[in-house]
């Protein structure tokens, strides 16, 4: 499909573009444009594809998007590399589970290679934005929802697919310290047969109270329980866990379908396996994670996803239960996987896996 290309009217100057991103944060920098394709069913799919100026969006009040949720959404990076390059981290991956959450939300699949062709033309046409901070990249967020105007409970017939970028820093203020960690007895993030599998907006507003409640009392992040029996550890509120025992062995949580499917996820238990640790996906209880910090056979507690990479975990706290694992700070897998993983991403260590793709 061939995008149309629409001028910008007033592109950021480059001395202001240099200021911003010398501090991007995380999240709050947009860059000057996005991509926008239009689905109808009526139409024959996808059509229209543009890369244009970043703007508002008009929609009508009756788009199915506000009044049933049909939406998903993906999260990626571009990395600025020594040559002045920009690579992306395992971006078909990506492309997939977007089409995997897709499915699963009753909307429209993307071909893969269009998904990717749109990411292509963006970085390229804002490639100015990535900044050399430390921890730095260009963050990628592709999303698409329900845009046709009705009121009625079945899948929409007309969608929007947009892909915006941000220029952004380390997610966690601390970097690559440890977090503290809430555990929600209260609430669940996921439920078997629900969407816990899919990237969808909802997942996360569900996730919102309970995380709001670990900020209050002193945490970063909070981890979910399985919704069963309120006793499986999940996964965070937008991160998988990884469980490092003292003789070798690795824990994380099983795909069972309410666990998002984290490429960092699939990408650590590669690394890891590497360094000749056997990793094993199997369910963990919380009061198993106590026991074993508290006699000390976990090492450690590594959290990773897109946004955060590899961070680790360091204290665990709830309504009645407290434990730290290890010193409490970082451990040496921690470090040497976030090295690792961010050296790939960024060229400066050997790509072994065929994980990264150029982008001019």
Known sequence: MDFEHLPHPAPVPGESRQQAIADPGFGTLFTDHMVVIDYDADKGGWHKATLGPREPISLDPAAAVLHYAQEIFEGMKAYKHADGSLALF????NARRFNASAKRMAMPEMPEELFLDSIRQLVSKDRDWAPTVEGGALYLRPFMFASEAFLGVR??????????????????????KSVKIWISSDYVRA???????????????????????????????????????KKWVEELGGMNLFFVMDNGRVVTPPLTGTILPGITRDSLIELLRGEGLTVSEELYSIDQWQ???DSGKLLETLACGTAAVV????????????????????GQIATKMRERLTGIQLG???????????VG
């Open 90 to 93: 395992r971006p078909e991956q």
């Open 191 to 229: 439920a078997p047969g629900g969407t816990g599998a899919a990237k969808t907006g909802g997942n996360y507003a569900a996730s919102l109270v309970p995380q709001a409640e670990g900020i209050e009392n002193g945490c970063d992040q909070v981890v979910f329980l399985d919704a069963v029996e």
């Open 291 to 293: 026991s074993d910090a």
């Open 348 to 358: 400066t260590v050997e790509d072994k896996y065929g994980w990264v793709m150029k």
């Open 155 to 176: 899948p929409a017939r007309q969608y929007k697919y947009i892909l915006i970028a941000s220029p952004v820093g380390n997610y966690f203020k601390s970097g690559s």
């Open 311 to 330: 961070t680790p975990v360091g204290e665990v706290t709830g309504k009645d239960r407290s434990f730290t694992i290890g010193s409490g700070g970082p």
